[in-house]
């Protein structure tokens, strides 16, 4: 039993102050920020138990059939790296992990998951920057923290964001900002509960103000109240200028009228 916010309170209000915030600070909302913002939002809570979307969303059976058909497509593809040295020994690890998605249990294949992806930015890190390695490092002790570690904590936001501003740099775009900042917020919503965050593990402080239990009316109340603010300020920011600038144009309508 956890204390927390749903996830739909999170998406809406995690990436609307983003927007809106990105919007005020004058950086302008383009469409790769506003998904990055999104995922943001709720990535925090990929170290919940029942996180992952397909658990929720799919009946066990079709579940099972899935997995089955990721080992065998697993199997297929060794087979198929094997006889062709597909980029092989790469695509074996790739195989074995399909395989393993299937077999181990959630947790331990995310951890497994990370370790991989951490280890790999150690070596990339070697030849890429300093920060990249200790990216790596970071999520392989990411990895291996009890749950709801570090993904609430602040190293989850250096972590997050030091990839989206690595990525920044490729893509051109910036997406670091939009990133980091829903991410924190949703650190900021799951601090309004009882079970709060520990900001900085392994040291022991933990940010809580507990102005809302789940299932309560209190979190009913707290829920309402921060997707409100999220929306007036979304209007305030978004509309509100859009409607002086209609203002603007009706004016110099009238007055073209009025030089007939
Ligand atoms: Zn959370």
Redesign the pocket.
């Known amino acids: 039993m956890t204390e927390?916010?749903t996830g739909r309170t999170?998406l809406l209000v995690s990436t609307g102050l983003t927007l809106s915030l990105l919007q005020l600070a004058g950086q302008g909302v383009s469409l790769p920020a506003a998904g990055v913002a999104v995922v943001s939002s709720l990535l925090?809570?990929i170290d919940?138990p029942n996180s992952l979307l397909l658990q929720k969303t799919m009946p066990k059976p079709l579940l099972l059939k899935l997995k089955l058909l990721f080992a065998a497509a697993g199997a297929g593809f060794i087979l198929y790296s094997y006889l062709q040295s597909f980029y092989t020994p790469y695509s074996y690890a790739a195989g074995a992990l399909l395989i393993m998605m299937c077999l181990v249990n959630q947790r331990l294949f995310r951890q497994l998951l990370m370790m991989l992806l951490g280890g790999v930015l150690l070596c990339l890190g070697a030849s890429a920057g300093p920060w990249l390695g200790t990216a790596g490092a970071l999520l392989m002790v990411c990895a291996v923290l009890p749950h709801?570690g570090l993904?609430?904590s602040v190293y989850g936001v250096l972590i997050w964001g030091g990839l989206l501003y690595y990525a920044s740099l490729k893509l051109g775009v910036s997406l670091w900002m939009a990133g980091s900042v829903s991410y924190a917020l949703?650190?900021l919503?799951?601090a309004l509960t009882k079970q709060g965050?520990h900001p900085l593990p392994p040291w022991k402080w933990k940010l809580a103000i507990p102005l809302m239990s789940t299932g309560k009316f209190s979190g009913f109340l707290v829920e309402s109240v921060c997707i409100t603010v999220t929306f007036v300020l979304l209007w305030q920011t978004f509309v509100v200028p859009m409607g002086t600038a209609t203002v603007g144009l009706w004016e110099q309508v009238k007055n073209v009228w009025a030089q007939f």
């Open positions: 927390a916010m999170h925090p809570d919940e709801r993904t609430h949703h650190l919503c799951d965050i």
